[in-house]
């Protein structure tokens, strides 16, 4: 199975600030990694997927790049609504796994 | 819009069954690769299980040979049956939805689309 990894796991962080999390898989995954936001008590939300494709509709102050094993998901501005936690997801093969989260508070 | 609605969580008792139910709406159902995936309390997302387009399945080694995913195109709903359930089972489950991907080939890929969840509770 593909071990996914994040870091920091938690960080703090004002509104206006740059902040960047980190994915590793336990092997390469090509550019089959996506990332979602998961607000308090709602459902997650896809914000990047391969790596570094913007979902529709998503802000573009979210940014991703990386490739095989290491990669990064960067939240330039932060807002209000990105106070939340941020999970990688592998979707090169099954069984799909997803990093623990990294948990941004203000 | 495109929405999924699930429904079917509640209490179940250890060994017990229950089913989920995920209706979709706004999109071509048979179209599209769906998914469960759930969150335990307190815990990160963990994916469940996953059925293609024609009717393959894939399941997480946690969930295999008790849970099992299927779809009605026909009613635009898709399910997961849960036998043999356990108190490690208790978790927002959500119904998802594959983007399209690149390859009408691929089963993987990201999720676009998520339901608003449904809670199961397994406890005596």
């Known amino acids: 199975d593909i071990q996914m990894t994040q870091s920091p796991s938690s960080l703090s962080a004002s509104v206006g600030e740059r902040v960047t999390i980190t994915c590793r898989a336990s092997q390469s995954i090509s550019t089959y990694l996506n990332w979602y936001r998961v607000q308090p008590g709602k459902s997650p939300e896809l914000l990047i997927y391969a790596t570094s494709y913007l979902e529709t509709g998503v802000s573009s102050r979210f940014s991703g790049y990386g490739t095989g094993r290491e990669f990064t998901l960067i939240i330039n501005s932060l807002q209000a609504d990105d106070f939340a936690t941020y999970y990688c997801h592998q979707s090169f093969a099954a069984p799909l796994t997803f990093g623990p989260g990294t948990k941004v508070d203000l | 819009e495109v929405q999924l609605l699930e429904s079917g969580g509640g209490l179940a008792q250890p060994g017990g069954p229950l089913r989920l139910s995920c209706v979709a709406s706004g999109f071509t159902f048979s179209d599209y690769v769906m998914n469960w995936v759930r969150q335990a309390p307190g815990k990160g997302l963990e994916w469940v299980s996953t059925?293609?387009?024609?009717?393959?399945?894939y399941y997480a080694d946690s969930v295999k040979g008790r849970f099992t995913i299927s779809r009605d195109n026909s009613k635009n709903t898709l399910y997961l049956q849960m036998n043999s359930l356990r108190a490690a089972d208790t978790a927002v489950f959500y119904c998802?939805?594959?983007?399209?991907?690149?390859?009408?080939?691929?089963?993987?890929?990201?999720?676009?689309?998520w339901g608003l969840g449904t809670t199961v509770t397994v406890s005596s």
């Open positions: 059925i293609n387009t024609r009717g393959s399945t």
């Open positions: 998802v939805k594959t983007k399209t991907p690149p390859l009408a080939s691929i089963d993987f890929y990201s999720f676009d689309v």
